[in-house]
């Protein structure tokens, strides 16, 4: 059964299939729906006994790297953070096929935007890499 | 039927584990090795009590846990544990319950661990729980959770346990776990609660029984904080049947005995401004103007509270704006920009005092900031709810 991690973005990937304002500027009744839609995706896997985890990151993004022999982390925000991927979460899963994972991922795609209207949004669908060796 | 008697005997047996691992710490057992012998006493008391119950838990938990200890010396301790638990006899000398508790108490919390490492060394050790339980609790693999133990307990090792620790150290630790709340498996909130009570037990420090009281007086109102569909219900909003008044009027009667000692300090204050928010009927009725009173004496508390207790400061200034009017409020928080200008909590204060100024787009702004720098999910749900309704509310 291999692993899928289903990446959501605060911004970043394709084009999108249509512009849609951030979420604290929809109609209440379309958040309320939006976030049930959310908790029912969760609960779906977890009866279906394919859920692994399920996070969600803040926003908020710093780089860091070495900053070499007795110097303090180098780090930085930027530099074009309004273009750059930025993840806010995930689902793993664990699942029969690449085609299962596919369908749950545009099964989380279809979830309701403003005016209940699904959002389309881009999932980054991505195997995660087996400890053990296969096999043959 | 069975499974009850379980739930009984581990019942009794978490109660007596502090004073059982302070009684082999005590008599010159390591630490660190007491409480690993005592951690396998616990998990065959729970595979062998129920068909065997004993006479005496404390003295059958503390003849395994020496045994063990002395397997563990001669390398060979399999052989011999079928027997002996079965066979446990009493010795021990007796020793008060109190004392033993903030012994073990002390050495969990010791100032030179890091606050994780206080808090799950504290919930194995005097909460009688297992690695795997506190693992479950925070989200971390059992063996992370179990390396972060021995480490604790190898930092702790050698250091002189005799001496009285700080005891605001340990109060931190055990509000620590209550405000981590109840996730997982095991009700860390409630598991708080029964060490602070052990706690009062132990001390005649009126901020211990601050604490118990401050926890119970939150804890009273837990059923109605969060709806069923998992939603945050805020105070104002919630449904006050719901609310425990058993444990209100506990809370209220402890707190009352704390102050009468005269000694005050921030867990009675902030235990009292609980009891006034769990006193009013409806939050109308809510007495804000004693409220800020007792914010006045908890900012009082500090020579600079806007740099060393902005969070006091914050509540005041909510009290602030229910007595003074909202503007006042606003102008409070003004004071902590530079200081927590950049925490979640600031924003949702500000959402809340412009939304009582009237001022709803502010608001929606101010909730939607919130919301952003939200690290719980559930919060960030509730901010941006708050957001859509503020700005609707507005059109």
């Known amino acids: 059964m291999p692993k899928y991690l289903l990446l959501k973005r605060y911004r970043g990937g394709p084009e999108p299939h249509h512009p849609f304002p951030p979420m604290d500027q929809w109609a209440p009744e379309d958040v309320e729906a939006h976030i049930a839609f959310q908790r029912h995706v969760s609960e779906l896997l977890e009866e279906s006994g394919e859920y692994v985890d399920a996070q ?3 926003p908020t993004r710093t780089w860091v790297r070495y900053g070499g022999p007795d110097a303090a982390p180098v780090t930085t925000d930027g530099p074009h953070p309004e273009t750059s991927d930025l993840i806010a979460g995930w689902y793993m899963i664990d699942v029969e096929s690449r085609e299962r994972a596919l369908e749950l991922a545009a099964y989380v795609s279809s979830e309701p ?5 699904p959002l389309y949004e881009w999932l980054d669908v991505r195997e995660v890499m087996s400890e053990a060796p296969s096999e043959d | 039927m069975v499974d009850e008697l379980t739930r009984l005997d581990e019942g009794a047996l978490r109660a007596v584990v502090p004073r059982v691992l302070a ?14 012998a005592l951690q396998e006493a616990l998990v065959e008391a729970l595979r062998v009590w129920p068909e065997h119950p004993p006479r005496d838990p404390r003295a059958w938990l503390a003849t395994v846990a020496t045994r063990r200890l002395v397997d563990a010396r001669r390398s060979e301790a399999a052989r011999h544990r079928r027997e002996e638990a079965i066979s446990a006899e009493p010795p021990p000398a007796v020793t008060e319950e109190g004392d033993d508790t903030l012994f073990v108490l002390f050495c969990c919390c010791h100032p030179d661990l890091a606050p994780a490492s206080q808090v799950a060394l504290t919930l194995r050790a005097v909460g009688g729980l297992t690695t795997r339980e506190i693992a479950d609790a925070f989200y971390v693999p059992e063996a992370t959770m179990a390396q972060r133990i021995s480490r604790a307990k190898r930092t702790v090792r050698g250091r002189r346990l005799d001496q009285p620790g700080d005891l605001a150290v340990v109060l931190r630790v055990l509000y620590l776990v209550y405000t981590a709340g109840h996730a997982g498996r095991v009700d860390l909130a409630g598991e708080a609660i029964r060490l602070a009570r052990q706690l009062t037990l132990a001390t ?6 601050g604490l118990l009281a401050l926890m119970l007086l939150n804890h009273a109102r837990l059923p109605a904080r969060v709806d069923p569909e998992g939603r945050i219900v805020t105070l104002d909003r919630q449904d006050r049947g719901l609310w425990d008044t058993r444990e209100i009027a506990e809370g209220v009667r402890i707190l009352q005995s704390a102050l009468a000692v005269q000694r005050p300090g921030r867990y009675q204050v902030e235990a009292a401004i609980a009891a006034l928010h769990d006193d009013a009927a409806s939050a109308e009725e809510t007495d804000w103007p004693q ?6 004496d908890l900012v009082a508390l500090s020579d600079d509270p806007v740099r060393q207790d902005p969070a006091a400061v914050l509540g005041r200034a909510v009290a602030v704006g229910h007595v003074l009017g909202a503007a006042a409020g606003l102008r409070e928080t003004d004071r902590l920009r530079d200081v927590i200008g950049e925490r979640q909590r600031w924003h949702a204060v500000r959402g809340h005092l412009h ?3 009237g001022d709803l787009p502010a608001a929606a702004t101010a909730y939607a900031e919130a919301a952003r720098r939200a690290t719980n999910v559930a919060e960030r749900d509730h901010l941006v709810r708050q957001a859509a309704r503020a700005r609707a509310a507005a059109l």
């Open chain 2, 355 to 357: 939304e009582r100024d």
């Open chain 2, 204 to 209: 005649e420090e009126p901020e211990a029984r």
């Open chain 2, 23 to 36: 009684g082999l710490v005590r008599r010159g057992e390591d630490f660190d090795a007491a409480e690993d």
């Open chain 2, 291 to 296: 409220i800020l009173a007792w914010y006045d």
């Open chain 1, 56 to 58: 969600a990151l803040t």
């Open chain 1, 113 to 117: 935007g403003p005016g209940g209207e």
